[in-house]
């Protein structure tokens, strides 16, 4: 079963603002325990929301929107995909994210969409 953890974004991450020196110490100290558990598919850390843009849809029209974005507790400041066994492990990880002040989200893939293998219902690319 593969879940993302998400770290929420603050006002200090989404301004740009480095992590304590540390609370980077103890996410690097996690990391590493993920990759010796062997559970880690991905790591991801994201770009302030000034730097970021969204498309927004209403009826079937495109808006770009360039940020920074209000309410940065709402966005994502990084995440980690892993691979493991169960719910209750997944939770059991997330529960460790040495977080000080903040949030994490929990959510399960349903299905893994890559690698595409292409055959006579698709039109490869190109």
Known sequence: MRFMIIVKASAASDDGEP??????????KFHDSLMRAGVVRCVEALEPSSRGVRV???AGQRTII???FPTPQELIAGFWII???SREQAVEWACRVPLVDGRVELREAV???LPITYDDRF???G
Request: hydrophobic letters at 40%.
């Open 66 to 68: 360039c940020g920074p």
């Open 56 to 58: 927004q849809y209403a």
């Open 111 to 113: 299905f893994q969409i």
């Open 83 to 85: 691979e493991v066994s």
């Open 19 to 28: 992590a304590d020196g540390d609370v980077l110490v103890e996410m690097m």
């Open 123 to 125: 039109e490869r690319p």
